[in-house]
């Protein structure tokens, strides 16, 4: 994939968390129920992040992501 599309999706993947982030905390403070928009927005924007990622950096995370859960665990 090209490098440019590769931005292009991280930048929109990280703009739609920061969305949810905001929804999040609307909804906390005005208990407004828009829990199946956080999740549609979290899952899309999750989806365009990893899109964005090079192989070398997801499996970095993934392996970062392992060792937090064996000490946390251990």
Do not use: E, H, W
């Not at 909804?27 to 899109?51: D, G, N, Q, R």
């Amino acid at each position: 994939m090209n490098n440019d599309i590769k931005g292009m999706c991280l930048f929109l993947g990280l703009i739609g968390l920061g969305y949810v982030a905001l929804l999040i905390l609307v909804a906390l403070l005005t208990s407004v129920k828009v829990i199946k928009s956080i999740m549609f927005i979290s899952i899309f924007s999750t989806f365009l992040i990893s899109l964005g990622l090079t192989p070398q950096v997801k499996n970095r995370l993934y392996n970062y992501l392992k060792t937090l859960a064996v000490k946390q665990f251990a």
